[in-house]
T-cell receptor, first 115, second 114 residues
Framework: KAGVTQTPRYLIKTRGQQVTLSCSPISGHRSVSWYQQTPGQGLQFLFEYFSETQRNKGNFPGRFSGRQFSNSRSEMNVSTLELGDSALYLC??????????????FGEGSRLTVL | DQQVKQNSPSLSVQEGRISILNCDYTNSMFDYFLWYKKYPAEGPTFLISISSIKDKNEDGRFTVFLNKSAKHLSLHIVPSQPGDSAVYFCAASARETSGSRLTFGEGTQLTVNP
């Protein structure tokens, strides 16, 4: 069974630009969540999508947005990039309604550098 | 406001000995706790979890202990192996929310020396 796939793996942007990251969940998983990892901050929850609807949202500004498609693939977008947005963005999938509570299957992440 | 804290950024132990990783939380709404392990260039992987109705959960070499009154949990690895060298994240969840919404600590880098 293929794991969670994130693209691109690495990208460099400049301040003020926008970026779109993509995530393909494990087949059959309906929930996709996104996390931001920065040094010293651990992983911080951005949002979760389930069946194309945002089910939960973390404490990030409106510049961070996402969506989920009917095939459960998800994208997240960050507009008007700031230097502090440099981070590893992790996507995780889960069945959504079954399986072990809190067990998420993470991708390898997309490393964003903002110059 | 860091609701889940791992106060030790790093821990080094000898192969065969016990590794103890600690985690504290502040939010009383948390009722489910997990540990994830992360190797370099890989995403975190689920390791073990515990519900607040229990005080111990064991899975092979890994045991998680929960002290609700102290809002403290720990992960014990016995015996430690070099392959256990990784970053360990403690995470917490409130079951009234989604199981995908986890609050993570900052992580502890465990190094097991041969």
């Amino acid at each position: 069974k293929a794991g969670v796939t994130q693209t691109p793996r690495y990208l460099i942007k400049t301040r003020g630009q926008q970026v779109t990251l993509s995530c393909s969940p494990i087949s059959g998983h309906r929930s996709v969540s996104w996390y931001q990892q920065t040094p010293g901050q651990g992983l911080q929850f951005l949002f979760e999508y389930f069946s194309e609807t945002q089910r939960n949202k973390g404490n990030f500004p409106g510049r961070f947005s996402g969506r989920q498609f009917s095939n459960s693939r998800s994208e997240m977008n960050v507009s008007t990039l700031e230097l502090g947005d440099s981070a590893l963005y992790l996507c995780a999938s889960s069945p959504g309604t079954s399986g072990r509570w809190g067990e998420l299957f993470f991708g390898e992440g997309s490393r964003l550098t903002v110059l | 406001d860091q609701q889940v804290k791992q106060n030790s950024p790093s821990l080094s132990v000898q192969e065969g000995r016990i590794s103890i990783l600690n985690c504290d939380y502040t939010n009383s709404m948390f009722d489910y706790f997990l540990w994830y392990k992360k190797y370099p260039a890989e995403g975190p992987t689920f390791l073990i979890s515990i519900s607040s109705i229990k005080d111990k959960n064991e899975d092979g070499r890994f045991t998680v202990f929960l002290n609700k009154s102290a809002k403290h949990l720990s992960l014990h690895i016995v015996p430690s192996q070099p392959g256990d060298s990784a970053v360990y994240f403690c995470a917490a969840s409130a079951r009234e929310t989604s199981g995908s919404r986890l609050t993570f600590g900052e992580g502890t880098q465990l190094t097991v020396n041969p």
